[in-house]
Structure formats: C-alpha cells, structure tokens
C-alpha cells in the first residue's frame, strides 16, 4: 500500500522550497523502500532549486543520505529489510559500453527507481539525482542501496553520498595523488575539503589550500592542508609555486566550479600535471585557454564525476576508515537541521557558514 510522508520540494525555479506531502508507492520489481535517518544538505539541490540542472519541475530534493531499508521488490537479493545503507546515484548498470570496458565508474545507464513518486495530487516529482531523499522515506532502486556497517553514525556516512565522496575521489580516484604528491585546492567548502582529506589519506605531503574565506582556510588545516592561501590578498599562482619550489603543484583539484578558478588551476600545475574540475559549473559558464598553453604544458584536464567512484567499492571502505579513526566524516556536521528547515539551511550554505547542514529524521 502506497505510503504518505512528509517531503521537502522545489515547486519551481527559484522559489523558496516547501515541506509538503508525498506518496511513496509499494516498492516494484528492482526497487527498495528507504526509511531516510540523515541527509545533507548539498549545493546540487539548491542548483535543482534554481534551475540550474533541469527544468522539470517539481523536483523532491535531497541526495546525500544514509537510511534503513524498509520494504524490498520482487526480486530484490542485494539488501534485505532491516540493513543499513548510504544511497548512491551511480547505481552501475554493468551492461553500457564503459562497464563492458571495465570503467563501471563511468556508468552511462545508471540505475534509478522506475515509478515515481507524486504529490498528493499525483502530480509526478522528479527526484533529485534520482534519490529524493529530503522524505521520511524514499523510493529507490536496489543498486543505489550500498550496505556498510551499522556501527556507523547515519548524519557522517551519508555524506559519502554526493559532496565529500566526490571530494574525496577527487583525489584519491581521478587525481591520482600519490605519496608524496603535491596537491593544491582551490576552494574549501565541503567538496574541497573532502578533496584535502583524500590528499592526505592518498599520502600527498604538500597539500595547499586557496580560499578568499579565513574562516574556510582555517577549516581546510584541521582536513590535513599544509598551507594555505588567501585568493583576496594574493596572487594565487605565484602562491602555489613559492610553495612548490618554483614549480607549481603536481595536482590542482578544483572544487568551486568557476571559470577563473579552474584558469588559476590550470596555471598553478607543474608540467605534465593534472588538472581535476570536481566544482560543478553553471551551464553558461565557458572556459578560454590560449591552445599553445594546453599543447605546451602538457598534463592531463580531468572532469570528476562524483570523485570517480564505484560505490560498493569505495563507501564500505570508507566507511570502515572512518569507524577506524582514520577519517574523520564527523568533521563535516556543522549541524543537524529539522525536515522543515532546508531553506534556511540553504542561505547558511551560501554565506559560507557551514560545511554541512544535516537533516537528521
């Protein structure tokens, strides 16, 4: 019997969010039911909330999150009633052309729940990255339940769902950092403070944080950056290769998702460095490199698409580092926030005080 829970919806572009009631069908064939516990509060939704991803609206927010499951399809074998899981929106198909290559982290099909959810109206929602999380509970498909040990503390784990995952991955998956790398990261909010972290997990030993923010470069140390640099007062590049012995970093990741910051970044790698965009860009934003300096200074000018990740490698295993000790996904809770109270997590996020708002139900 279909459901009726309290959601959080985007009803259209631009307007403040209101907290309304959704249907949740009875799971179908390949799809689960999940009691939502935790979910972050991340820069994606306020892009679905402007527009900035798709314009079909009503959008039900909400992405990064950690739950139980509630119900099963027919057919589902993979979780069970009972488990706990961080959702994910890479779901892999294993049958596309990238996973017939071997590059299930380049999914091109990816899993999502085939019934949507609605309004009370049946008005059809389309849920955020496929997920729709911002609900008491959700409707998704088996693939993008990722079971990790329930040891585990729902308000940190689910962020490995969106913004520190794609972070962390920034580094550790499509950068490459090894020991001893030079990483330099431009922008310290929560995607880039993840970046940091990754760095220093993946054994990089000069980690260089660029903020215009104090308050964020004095986050980005208690994450592992070896130093930090004010954009508002200095001259970023020059920056980055005092600090690299003239040379510039050997990975620049660039987690704001502007134009003149990935050009800082591009000019900020040392030859043959790579160059990660992990900062999601508005779709009119353009980019213009003279081509002589592409060619000459070689390198590689990476996209990273939720840090590159497989999640039911990667979240099992970081979950495990994180119940260990080794990484600290608590640091990234600023503050646990009510169902209703999105929108006003929503103006903290853009004025800058906070890494994450997480709605806690």
Same mark, same amino acid.
Not at 103 to 108: G, I, T, V
Not at 261 to 268: G, L, S
């Given at each position: 019997m279909a459901l009726e829970v309290q959601g959080v919806v985007a009803m259209t572009k631009g307007e403040p969010v209101s907290l309304v009631t959704v249907v949740v069908p009875d799971p179908g064939p390949g799809e689960v039911v999940v009691r939502t516990q935790a979910c972050g509060v991340c820069h994606t939704d306020l892009h679905y909330r402007e527009g900035g991803i798709s314009d079909e609206f009503p959008f039900l927010l909400g992405h990064e999150a950690a739950g139980v499951i509630d119900e099963v399809g027919p057919d589902v074998t993979s979780v069970q009633p009972g488990d706990f899981v961080v959702l994910n929106w890479r779901a892999v198909c294993g049958e596309?052309?990238?996973?017939?290559?071997?590059?299930?982290?380049? !999914?091109? #099909?990816?899993?999502? &729940?085939?019934?949507?959810?609605?309004?009370?109206?049946?008005?059809?929602?389309?849920?955020?990255l496929g997920i729709g999380a911002f609900a008491e509970k959700t409707l998704v498909a088996a693939g993008q339940c990722i079971k990790v040990d329930p040891r585990a503390r729902p308000e940190a784990v689910g962020l490995l769902g969106c913004g520190v995952m794609a972070g962390l991955g920034s580094a550790m998956?499509?950068?490459?950092?090894?020991?001893?790398?030079?990483?330099?990261?431009?922008?310290?909010?929560?995607?880039? !403070?993840? #970046?940091?972290?990754? &760095?220093?997990?993946?054994?990089?030993?000069t980690i260089i944080a660029i903020d215009l923010d104090p308050r964020k470069l004095d986050r980005a140390r208690e994450f592992g950056a070896t130093d930090v640099v004010n954009g508002s007062s200095e001259a970023v590049v020059a920056a980055v290769r005092r600090l690299t012995d003239g040379h510039g970093a050997d990975v620049c990741i660039e987690a704001v998702g502007n134009p003149k910051?990935?050009?800082?970044?591009?000019?900020?790698r040392d030859l043959a460095g790579i160059l990660v965009q992990v900062g999601v860009p508005m779709p009119d934003m353009r980019i213009d490199l003279p081509m002589i300096d592409f060619f000459g200074r070689g390198g590689q000018l990476k996209p990273s698409w939720y840090g590159d990740c497989l999640p039911s490698r990667d979240f099992p295993m970081l979950v495990d580092l994180y119940l260990q000790g080794r990484l600290d996904l608590d640091r990234f809770v600023t503050e646990t926030i009510a169902l209703g109270d999105v929108e006003e997590a929503f103006l903290r996020m853009e004025r800058g005080e906070v890494l994450r708002s997480v709605v806690v139900m």
């Open positions: 596309c052309r990238s996973c017939r290559r071997g590059r299930p982290w380049y !999914c091109f #099909a990816t899993h999502n &729940a085939s019934q949507k959810m609605t309004l009370i109206d049946g008005t059809p929602l389309s849920a955020a998956r499509t950068g490459e950092v090894g020991v001893g790398d030079s990483v330099a990261v431009f922008g310290c909010g929560g995607v880039g !403070c993840a #970046a940091i972290a990754g &760095a220093r997990l993946a054994g990089a030993t910051v990935m050009e800082q970044a591009f000019y900020a």
